[in-house]
């Protein structure tokens, strides 16, 4: 079966649903304030897309490409990241909430996150490679064999990062967020 092409198209306000999603490829669209959730956006292509005020929580999202996507004030509560299609992966958020999301895995090398909150996220064995989390809430998330080399979590907060099993050469930490990284130790810092 063919897939359709849609490309340089604005979708607003549109609340999908598996019957109304047209499946492809769609190519510098942008989405605004659309109802993804709950839906299947499986081996649908976007390319250079832009989703902004979305919601996409537990939209599934198998062998999806997301290739130069970025989500800006959307909710995408327990979405699963890793089973998205790897090939030229490539994300960028910005006032998103991503609360209980997986990037198991993924190589996610540079990107942004900004003022995003993260709580309970699984960034196990994710490559974080100079990735910045700025203003990022990271209560509870699991970072565990994490690349986390050269990233940015200056202003990052609520995040216990164990350097003894992640990869954090030359990662940038403020100093009031070091606690961070010496939480299995149970210290009492001041």
């Known amino acids: 079966m063919r897939q359709s092409l849609t490309e340089d198209q604005n979708f607003n306000g549109i609340t999908f649903s598996e019957d109304n999603f047209l499946e492809g490829e769609y190519e510098n669209c942008t989405f605004i304030n659309c109802v993804f959730a709950d839906s299947d956006l499986s081996n649908v292509n976007f390319i250079d897309c832009t989703f902004d005020g979305c919601n996409l929580s537990m939209t599934k999202m198998n062998n999806t490409a997301l290739k130069t996507v970025t989500f800006r004030s ?43 909150k993260l709580q309970e996220v699984d960034f196990t064995e994710t490559d974080l490679t100079t990735a910045i989390l700025k203003d990022c809430d990271l209560n509870g ?50």
């Open 74 to 116: 959307c909710k995408l509560l327990g979405l699963n990241f890793g089973v998205c299609n790897t090939f030229l992966l490539s994300l960028d958020f910005e006032d998103c909430m991503l609360n209980l999301a997986s990037f198991y895995r993924l190589k996610l090398k540079g990107t942004k996150f900004k003022n995003c």
């Open 141 to 190: 998330a699991t970072f565990e064999n994490t690349i986390l080399e050269k990233a940015d979590l200056r202003t990052a907060y609520n995040f216990s990062i164990d350097p003894e099993i992640n990869h954090i050469k030359k990662a940038k930490f403020s100093s009031s967020g070091l606690a961070g990284l010496l939480d299995k130790y149970q210290l009492f810092i001041d």
